[in-house]
């Protein structure tokens, strides 16, 4: 359960220093995207800021409780976005728009991103249902 607690933290440091370098050495990366000169800067730079803002919401959550509906809307957001980019890196290879290798890491690690967000907020939910019946809205009668 240690990892979990520190996805947040391991995931906003990692993709904010990645999300750091593709938006501001996108050359670094052009020979494992097959676009055009002009198109691959742009989409590289997208790309790094992307991440680099899922970075900044990782770190500036890490140190919430489990129960907050904002962290869990990032875990929720961080569950999407890896589900999508480990999709999308498989159909990519096939359209020669990554390379193979490139394609199946970039799949691979994002696929794995998917299952520890989605095991992390399948894992907080009982927190969050416990939460919510303890604390439950107050009538005055």
Known sequence: MSILK??????????????????????LFASYVNLAEGQGEF???????GILALGTGGILCNGMPDVLPCKRAIGASFLAFHGLLAFLSFQSRKNGSLTDLVGWVACGIHSVMAVLFYVW????????KTYTKKNGPKHDH
């Open 6 to 27: 520190n996805v947040f933290a391991i995931h906003g440091v990692f993709e904010g220093l990645l999300g750091f370098t593709v938006f501001f050495f996108p050359q």
């Open 121 to 128: 907020y399948k894992v907080t939910e009982s927190q969050v």
């Open 43 to 49: 989409i590289m730079r997208a790309f790094g800021a």
